[in-house]
C-alpha cells in the first residue's frame, strides 16, 4: 500500500510539474532589466524610454546598443524607424545601422534574450528607408506593439500572423502603455 500511495503521488508531482513548465512556456512574460535600441536611429526610442519610466520599468535606452550592453539584460526592446537627422547625428550611415542592428538581434538570439519590438512612429516612420529596419526588428522580435497608423497597410500584422507571434496594435503612443506593462507583468 505505501508503494502504490508513493508512486500515485509521484505521478501527481510529474503532471504538475509538466502542466507548470508548459504555462510557464506558453505565456513567458519579459522581465526587466531592459535594454531599449534604436534601428534607425530615429528619436521614437526617447518616447519608448518614457513609457517604461511611467510603468516603472527599469530600462536603459542605448541609442546604438551592441552585443556588449546585452550583458545583465533580460530583455531588449527595438524600436525601428529611419531618421536620416539621427544618422547624420551619430555620425553612421544606412548600412552601417542596418548592419549593427542585425548583430544585435542575432547576439539577443544567442543569449536567449527576447525581443520586443515597439513601433510608434505611424507613417512617418514606415516606407522605402525605415522599412527595412522595421522588417529585421519584426521578424526578429517575440512580441510586437504598434501604432496602428503604422500598420495600416497591414506590413506588422502580416509578418506576425506568418511567424505566429503575438502583436499588439494600439490607436496611439500612450495607448502602447497599456500591453507593455501586461507583457512586464
Known amino acids: 500500500m505505501n508503494i502504490l500511495i508513493q508512486r500515485t503521488v509521484l505521478a501527481l508531482l510529474v503532471v504538475v510539474l509538466i502542466a507548470a513548465l508548459a504555462s510557464a512556456q506558453g505565456g513567458k512574460k519579459f522581465e526587466a532589466p531592459v535594454v531599449i535600441t534604436s ?4 528619436a521614437d526610442v ?3 524610454s518614457m513609457l517604461f519610466k511611467r ?3 527599469v530600462a536603459k535606452a542605448v541609442s546604438q546598443a551592441k552585443a556588449g550592453d546585452l550583458d545583465n539584460v533580460k530583455a531588449l526592446v527595438v524600436v525601428p524607424g529611419f ?3 539621427g544618422l ?5 550611415s544606412r548600412e552601417d545601422e542596418l548592419k549593427r542592428i542585425k548583430q544585435l538581434l542575432e547576439a539577443a538570439a544567442a543569449k ?3 525581443v520586443l519590438m515597439m513601433h510608434i512612429g505611424g507613417k512617418p516612420r514606415r516606407g522605402q528607408q525605415s522599412d527595412d529596419f522595421c522588417k529585421v526588428a519584426a521578424e526578429a522580435a517575440n512580441h510586437l506593439i504598434v501604432v496602428k497608423q ?3 497597410d ?3 500584422s502580416t509578418i506576425a500572423k506568418e511567424a505566429k507571434k503575438p502583436i499588439d496594435v494600439v490607436d496611439k503612443i500612450a495607448d502602447a502603455a497599456k500591453p507593455l506593462a501586461a507583457l512586464f507583468q
Open 39 to 42: 534601428a534607425g536611429q530615429s
Open 46 to 48: 526617447t518616447l519608448v
Open 55 to 57: 510603468a516603472n520599468l
Open 83 to 85: 531618421s536620416s537627422k
Open 88 to 92: 547624420g547625428a551619430a555620425g553612421i
Open 112 to 114: 536567449k534574450i527576447p
Open 150 to 152: 503604422g500598420d495600416e
Open 154 to 156: 497591414g506590413f506588422f
